[in-house]
């Protein structure tokens, strides 16, 4: 079946770190590839996505490239911020459907 | 453009209590959706509708019922509350994926409702 496999957490870093969050997903069809953000007391929200093979998604200086190679889909940034404290959860499209599945979810805590 | 609504924010039931959680969305999207959120399990898919008069279960839709009369409205309902039902409710909406292909759609998710159940 469809499944998304994600870094456990949490995961504590000091600001201007470097972050990576490893997701990896089934290769069942060609689905598209996304995370979603949560901030604390909030909704889930897009954060990037990408569609295909080799396609990079950024945002907010967020990177993941969809690795059809290894099945992944890390996600990363140079240098994180206090206000990028969240839990991120990587997801991905089901043929045929909108349906999403989503990994367990990584809490990230940026520490000053 | 309000987004996606829910409520409500909170709420606390007692075993065997029914209620409705409500979820409006304003941007005329076919698809919509409830996840529970639960600790060390992500979101897990309860029930999903793809448009007005068409339901489905998701991965988890014991003890739960919902309809969907509008293309605005997607209630969910719980019969009879139970303890394993206490967890954070989302809704969520978004355009229909082109037929046979996979959903790029971002989905777009209510701020959630905290239902605990004793």
């Known amino acids: 079946g469809n499944s998304v496999t994600q870094m456990e957490g949490p995961v504590t870093l000091s600001e201007e770190a470097f972050l990576t969050i490893n997701c990896t997903y089934t290769a069942t069809g060609y689905p598209s590839l996304f995370w979603y953000v949560q901030y604390p007391g909030e909704g889930l929200q897009l954060l990037l996505k990408a569609t ?42 089901n043929f045929g459907n909108e349906k999403l599945t989503f990994g367990t979810g990584t809490r990230l805590t940026i520490i000053p | 453009n309000a987004g996606v609504t829910q409520t409500p924010k909170f709420q606390v039931l007692k075993t065997g209590q029914s209620m409705t959680l409500q979820c409006a969305q304003d941007m005329n999207h076919e698809y919509m959706s409830w996840y529970r959120q639960d600790p060390g399990m992500g979101l897990r898919l309860i029930h999903y509708s793809v448009g007005a008069g068409i339901t489905d279960q998701g991965e988890v839709p014991n003890g739960y019922n919902v309809s969907r009369s509008t293309t605005e409205d997607f209630p969910l309902r719980l019969l009879s509350a139970a303890p394993s039902q206490t967890s954070v409710y989302f809704c969520a909406s978004s355009y229909a994926a082109p037929l046979g292909l996979p959903s790029s759609y971002e989905q777009y998710f209510g701020p959630g409702t905290r239902l605990t159940v004793t």
Do not use: I, W
Not at chain 1, 52 to 74: L, P
């Open chain 1, 52 to 93: 295909k093979a080799d396609d990079k998604g950024s945002n907010k200086g967020f990177e993941a490239t969809y690795r059809k190679e290894t099945t992944s889909f890390h996600l990363e940034k140079g240098s994180v911020q206090v206000s990028d404290s969240a839990v991120y959860f990587c997801a991905r499209s």
